[in-house]
């Protein structure tokens, strides 16, 4: 877990309205994620981790503070070149899957290479290697409405890893879940970070899920309530 | 890219049969009102050219009575001097640069055949009006110049005549009785078909000028005389001319106005020919109104659809998609959408134009610069009108789009 800073925030303010009305989302958030880890971050409805993932996403810049993503300063960077860093860097997996509906897997996971110019047949390629590495071989060309809920969340992983990112942020990733696929889901990305070194940063309200994480970062009005190593981080 | 934004814009209108069949709909109306507008119409341009070359081209008919004008009604009235042999034999005379020169003097009448009969339009003149009309004979021979001047009984038939009488056969050496007098068959006209105004133009019978006179009309007047211009000559030039060679037979003084009138069948034909070309264009400018509507069609679709895929481009822009690509995205959209509806109208508009050629008997005459300017209006009517929805959706926030049901 000791890799080198890949996110911090540096005193980082989100706040929304004006005057008497201002809602302050985040309140002078300090944070610190080494590349390799996996971090689980928790908190109530309201407390900021929402705001906190989508600014670590490269979503979202912050009203103040720094936020700094790979030692650049991502929080100044304007809509296109924050979504080249997106692109480039940043893998996203969310509760709701969100895959192109009435499109196949392999070409929802071919998505992302289109937006970096690959030719049609390397986007294919690594399309193709990126479902089995998630482990759906033989379900390629099904459409999302062919597909169970784990199976859809797998291309969702899929999607988010074709491009080899450095970051892969997962928003409540097996909120609509069995327990049983739960289990399957997580101990892919568990899987994903321990071989691909991929750092994981995942926003979950279910304390068995955060147990998969090694650091869980809790959230509360705006601040972090804590921040501790997960003593026992749940064996896959 | 721009394939492979083509390629994916085409899944989406195919994923979407229903709406996008709706949405091109109005483009499809448009463009296929536009191409059988104007196809139609240059074809009824072409019919009536055509037409009025059948009436003779370079063709000047000389009737009595004054000439039409703010006045007040021309045409005959009842102290017309009729024309008559005398001013025929002066025009024959004195009139250079003429190439045929042929009265004709005209009444509907009854024609009998065994137990049938025909209200027909019967024609007395002489050998000189086939020249002056362009008409031809199929079979048989014209008049000799002994039947002209004594006047025999015989005649040529159009082809109405023939059809009624004889079916498919041979109408020559027949006799028909013409207004209770009989009349021995020559020859057989070639079919002209019907005029743009509905006339049947081969429901006639010709005859000696003298045996009309004689025999149905019972005076010695001539209806018209028929004046058509040699190929060195311009009608403009002839027209003068005759005017003058007729005030001089019909000794009017130089303060008093022509008796008869002088009509140009070219100029007609050019005023026919350019009103129909106005209204070809009125025609295709109103079909051209529906193609805007159809253009407001597609920008009312592709809001919707934007609407409608406001997740799917919050996932664009969170996976990497800048706002060009999503601009494309949609402009290639709703250019291919509209370009698809450019192209089944032109076909829907070519049928309707054909079909069109079929019943009202004129030329099919499809254009390619108004097939090309349909397809390039069309395209140019998607980019325009998908790109305010395009740009909506390009400057969506990626959270609230992800955020959006």
Redesign the interface.
């Given at each position: 877990m000791s890799g080198s800073l890949l996110i911090t925030f540096d005193k980082v303010w989100k706040s929304y309205g004006q005057g008497e009305a201002t809602v302050h989302a985040l309140a002078g958030v300090d944070l610190a994620i080494r590349s390799g880890e996996f971090v689980a971050i928790m908190g109530p409805s309201g407390s900021g981790k929402s705001t906190a993932m989508?600014i670590i996403?490269c979503?979202?810049t912050p009203t103040a503070g720094t936020y700094s993503f790979m030692g650049i300063d991502a929080g100044r960077l304007d809509?296109?070149r924050r979504?080249?860093l997106?692109?480039?860097y940043v893998?996203?997996v969310?509760q709701g899957y969100?895959?192109?509906p009435?499109?196949t897997a392999v070409e929802n996971v071919e998505?992302?290479l289109?937006?970096?110019?690959a030719a049609?047949r390397e986007r294919h390629d690594l399309a193709m290697k990126a479902l089995a590495e998630v482990g759906l071989v033989g379900r390629e060309h099904h459409t999302p409405a062919e597909l169970s809920g784990g199976q859809q969340q797998r291309v969702a992983i899929a999607?988010a890893i074709v491009?080899r990112p450095t970051l892969l942020v997962a928003d409540e990733p097996t909120g609509n879940l069995d327990t049983a696929r739960t289990h399957e889901i997580m101990e892919l990305l568990t899987r994903l970070n321990t071989e691909l070194g991929l750092t994981i940063a995942m926003v979950t309200h279910e304390a068995d899920v955060a147990a998969y994480a090694e650091r869980t970062i809790r959230f509360l009005d705006g601040h972090v309530a804590s921040d501790a190593v997960n003593l026992e981080v749940a064996q896959p | 890219m721009i394939w492979e934004t083509v390629r994916l814009s085409l899944l989406s209108v195919r994923r979407n049969v229903l709406r996008s069949f709706l949405t091109l709909l109005g483009i499809v109306i448009g463009v296929a009102a536009v191409i059988a507008m104007l196809t139609i119409g240059s074809g009824t341009t072409e019919k009536v050219k055509a037409d009025i070359s059948k009436l003779g081209s370079n063709l000047l008919v000389v009737r009595p009575g004054r000439p039409a004008g703010p006045g007040g009604p021309g045409g005959l009235d009842q102290a017309t001097n009729p024309l008559g042999s005398k001013e025929l034999a002066a025009l024959v005379a004195h009139l250079s640069g003429a190439r045929a020169i042929s009265p004709a003097s005209q009444k509907q009448v009854r024609v009998i055949f065994g137990t049938e009969s025909l209200t027909s339009g019967v024609t007395g003149t002489d050998s000189a009006y086939l020249d002056a009309r362009d008409w031809k004979l199929v079979s048989g021979r014209p008049f000799s110049d002994s039947e002209i001047r004594s006047g025999t009984g015989v005649c040529l038939i159009g082809e109405t005549v023939r059809q009624q009488f004889f079916g498919a056969g041979d109408p020559e050496g027949e006799i028909i009785r013409v207004n209770r007098t009989s009349c021995k068959i020559v020859g057989l006209l070639e079919p002209k078909g019907y005029t743009g105004f509905g006339q049947d133009q081969d429901n006639v019978v010709l005859m000696p000028l003298a045996a009309y006179q004689r025999r149905i009309a019972g005076n010695r007047d001539i209806d018209s005389i028929y004046v058509a211009a040699d190929d060195r000559t311009p009608t403009t030039e002839l027209l003068p001319r005759v005017e003058d060679i007729l005030r001089d037979a019909r000794r009017i003084p130089p303060d008093r106005e022509d008796d008869f009138s002088i009509r140009d069948m070219t100029q007609i034909a050019d005023a026919m020919a350019s009103a129909t070309t106005t209204m070809t264009g009125m025609l295709g400018a109103v079909a051209g109104v529906s193609l805007l509507v159809g253009g407001i069609g597609i920008m009312n679709i592709m809001l919707v659809s934007v609407t409608e895929r406001t997740r799917e481009i919050g996932i664009r822009l969170a996976i990497g998609a800048h706002e060009k690509h999503i601009l494309i995205q949609f402009l290639v959209e709703a250019t291919v959408l509209s370009l698809l509806g450019g192209i089944i109208g032109i076909l829907i508009g070519l049928a309707l134009a054909g079909l069109a050629s079929l019943t009202l008997a004129i030329p099919f005459a499809p254009s390619l610069a108004v097939i090309l300017l349909a397809v390039g209006f069309s395209a140019l009517i998607g980019m325009v009108f998908g790109f305010f929805p395009a740009l909506r959706g390009a400057r969506l926030d990626p959270i609230d789009a992800l955020r959006h049901e």
């Open positions: 989508n996403g979503l979202d809509r296109n979504a080249m997106r692109n480039l893998g996203f969310f969100n895959l192109l009435r499109t998505l992302p289109i937006y970096r110019g049609a999607r491009t | -």
